[in-house]
């Protein structure tokens, strides 16, 4: 079955980086951008960007530019996302999803739903 | 930016009931809107996608409409489980954004 799997939970020091890998399995790895999204404890979800695995293509949010790094390894089928400069409130759980296109009777999109989601790799921040 | 706002941020209702939550954009995202449900220490789950397309497993309770600006998720015959975060987000552009959030609870 479709499935991405997260690395473990870390804990960092503030100003040190950290470093979540995803790895996908069931389905074409170069097929689909994996996305990044981020839960702050008790809060909602934000999106911190996307790395198409086929071109290698990067897209990150202006929140995270400068300080977020995505990288894929095809060999592994696997996606990395590495958040330097750690703050406290950079305490979160960390996500990475499949965006996975569609046909409807209107037409087509390349765009579109995140499915499935890894379980997640809890982020914890001390100063 | 798009913004996403979505009402209630909170909810309850009693087993066999029905419940609609809006999801509202600041500017026209078309139909490119999803819909997910989070349970407490879970990964977010796809229910919608393209404002009204139900994700495959997912049960005919859930429906959602909307296109534009507007957006509603409906679930009907409310059982215990549905209790949950419920999320709308689109992917007209970038940055994706989501809601808020609205929780779900069963009385």
């Known amino acids: 079955q479709v499935q991405l799997v997260q690395s473990g939970a870390e804990v960092k020091k503030a100003g040190a980086s950290v470093k979540v890998s995803c790895k996908a399995s069931?389905?074409?790895?170069?097929?689909?951008?994996i996305h990044w999204v981020r839960q702050a404890p008790g809060q909602g979800l934000e999106w911190m960007g996307l790395?198409?695995?086929?071109?290698?293509?990067?897209t990150y949010a202006q929140k995270f530019q400068g300080r977020v790094t995505m990288t894929r390894d095809t060999s592994t089928s696997t996606v990395y996302m590495e958040l330097n400069s750690l703050r406290s409130e950079d305490t979160a759980v960390y996500y990475c999803?499949?965006?996975?296109?569609?046909?409807?009777?209107?037409?087509?999109?390349?765009?579109?739903?995140?499915?499935?989601w890894g379980q997640g790799t809890p982020v914890t921040v001390s100063s | 930016d798009i913004q996403m706002t979505q009402s209630p941020s909170s909810l309850s209702a009693s087993v066999g009931d029905k419940v609609t939550i809006t999801c509202r954009a600041s500017?026209?995202?078309?139909?490119?809107l999803a819909w997910f449900q989070q349970k407490p220490g879970k990964a977010p789950k796809s229910l919608i996608y393209a404002a009204s397309s139900l994700q495959s497993g997912v049960p005919s309770k859930f429906s959602g409409s909307g296109s534009g600006t507007h957006f509603t998720l409906t679930i009907s015959s409310l059982q215990p489980e549905d209790s949950a975060i419920y999320y709308c987000q689109h992917y007209n552009s970038y940055p994706y954004t989501f809601g808020q959030g609205t929780k779900l609870e069963i009385k």
């Open positions: 500017q026209d995202i078309s139909n490119y």
């Open positions: 069931g389905y074409s790895f170069t097929g689909y951008s």
């Open positions: 790395i198409n695995p086929s071109s290698e293509s990067k």
């Open positions: 999803a499949r965006e996975v296109g569609y046909c409807i009777s209107s037409g087509c999109s390349t765009s579109g739903p995140f499915d499935p």
